[in-house]
């Protein structure tokens, strides 16, 4: 999906790793654990800007959608939040003398 998208295109949030939309600066990248959604959208008062709106409701409602049939915990860590078992631990940065 590009910023040429109807708003009849259809986003399934959390079906793979691969889909992503454009809207302007706007990113919305697909997951199977989540959606990202990152940049910048000026919505304009013209049709891009209408058109621009009702694809990122379509996404959103897309989402609400899917999370709103599903059995959900209260919270799901991430990545951060978990790291796999590493350390974290203070280096010299190599830039310094």
Same mark, same amino acid.
């Given at each position: 999906?590009?910023s040429?998208s109807?708003? +009849?295109?259809?986003?399934? !949030? #959390? %079906?793979n $790793?691969a $889909?992503?939309?454009?809207?302007? @600066?706007? +990113? /919305?990248?697909n997951?199977?654990?989540?959606?990202?959604? #990152?940049?910048?959208? @000026?919505?304009?008062?013209?049709? @891009?800007?209408l058109?621009?709106? &009702? /694809?990122?409701?379509? /996404?959103? $409602? %897309?989402?609400? +959608?899917?999370?709103?049939?599903?059995?959900?915990p $209260?919270?799901?860590?991430?990545?951060? @939040?978990?790291?796999?078992?590493?350390?974290a631990?203070? /280096? &010299? +940065? !190599?830039f310094?003398?």
């Amino acid at each position: 999906m590009t910023s040429s998208s109807s708003a +009849n295109d259809r986003f399934s !949030p #959390f %079906a793979n $790793d691969a $889909d992503a939309l454009s809207l302007g @600066e706007l +990113n /919305v990248e697909n997951h199977t654990d989540h959606v990202v959604i #990152f940049g910048n959208l @000026e919505l304009r008062r013209d049709a @891009e800007g209408l058109r621009h709106a &009702k /694809v990122l409701k379509a /996404v959103l $409602d %897309a989402v609400v +959608n899917e999370l709103s049939d599903a059995d959900l915990p $209260d919270h799901v860590e991430t990545a951060a @939040e978990t790291p796999a078992g590493t350390t974290a631990k203070q /280096v &010299k +940065n !190599p830039f310094e003398s």
